[in-house]
């Protein structure tokens, strides 16, 4: 397909982006490199291979391409929600594998802000909020995080966080349906 359509960024993404998901990254950044170079502005592909980066523990790198994205994106925002809202998602991650607590914060925030329903972002928002020693905004955000997908991880962070906020009696109900 790639080479009867010769230069196509649009294919090259594509097929980036199917290896990574058949957890063939290594044979994927070609292709996504190969994307960028033909249209460096293309967000989607600075995105794979900041995750390409992210997973690979290159998170210098991973910061440098979600921080594009953010850019190639803020003018259309509203077309590019999702990619937008994922490079803030990864971004929080990467804060946080770095321990810069603040920045994480940030990120999630800005991912729940653009996406309400991002459970992942609300699930980071709370560990955030938990080691910032904001317990009750914690148990907000992971409450917010069940509401959109109820998972056994998210009752167990939900069970630790309102003891240290004083809502102790909330606690055994969340580990309950952790369980």
């Given at each position: 397909?790639?080479?009867?359509?010769?230069?196509?960024?649009?294919?090259?993404?594509?097929?980036?982006?199917?290896?990574?998901?058949?957890?063939?990254?290594?044979?994927?950044?070609?292709?996504?490199?190969?994307?960028?170079?033909?249209?460096?502005?293309?967000?989607?592909?600075?995105?794979?291979?900041?995750?390409?980066?992210?997973?690979?523990?290159?998170?210098?790198?991973?910061?440098?391409?979600?921080?594009?994205?953010?850019?190639?994106?803020?003018?259309?925002?509203?077309?590019?929600?999702?990619?937008?809202?994922?490079a803030f998602r990864n971004m929080g991650y990467v804060y946080l594998s770095q321990g810069d607590h603040v920045r994480a914060r940030e990120s999630f925030q800005q991912a729940v802000n653009l996406n309400p329903q991002?459970?992942?972002?609300?699930?980071?928002?709370?560990?955030?909020?938990?080691?910032?020693?904001?317990?009750?905004?914690?148990?907000?955000?992971?409450?917010?995080?069940?509401?959109?997908?109820?998972?056994?991880?998210?009752?167990?962070?939900?069970?630790?966080?309102?003891?240290?906020?004083?809502?102790?009696?909330?606690?055994?109900?969340?580990?309950?349906?952790?369980?």
């Amino acid at each position: 397909m790639l080479e009867v359509t010769g230069k196509n960024w649009v294919a090259q993404n594509n097929l980036g982006h199917a290896l990574q998901n058949q957890d063939r990254e290594d044979e994927a950044l070609p292709h996504l490199q190969e994307a960028v170079a033909i249209n460096p502005s293309d967000a989607d592909s600075n995105l794979n291979i900041g995750a390409y980066d992210q997973q690979h523990k290159n998170m210098s790198a991973a910061l440098e391409q979600y921080e594009k994205v953010v850019s190639l994106t803020q003018n259309n925002a509203r077309l590019t929600l999702p990619i937008r809202d994922q490079a803030f998602r990864n971004m929080g991650y990467v804060y946080l594998s770095q321990g810069d607590h603040v920045r994480a914060r940030e990120s999630f925030q800005q991912a729940v802000n653009l996406n309400p329903q991002d459970g992942e972002a609300w699930i980071g928002l709370g560990v955030m909020e938990q080691g910032l020693g904001e317990s009750n905004r914690a148990v907000d955000a992971y409450n917010h995080a069940l509401r959109i997908q109820p998972f056994d991880l998210g009752y167990l962070l939900l069970s630790r966080a309102p003891q240290q906020a004083g809502r102790v009696e909330e606690a055994p109900i969340a580990m309950k349906k952790a369980q």
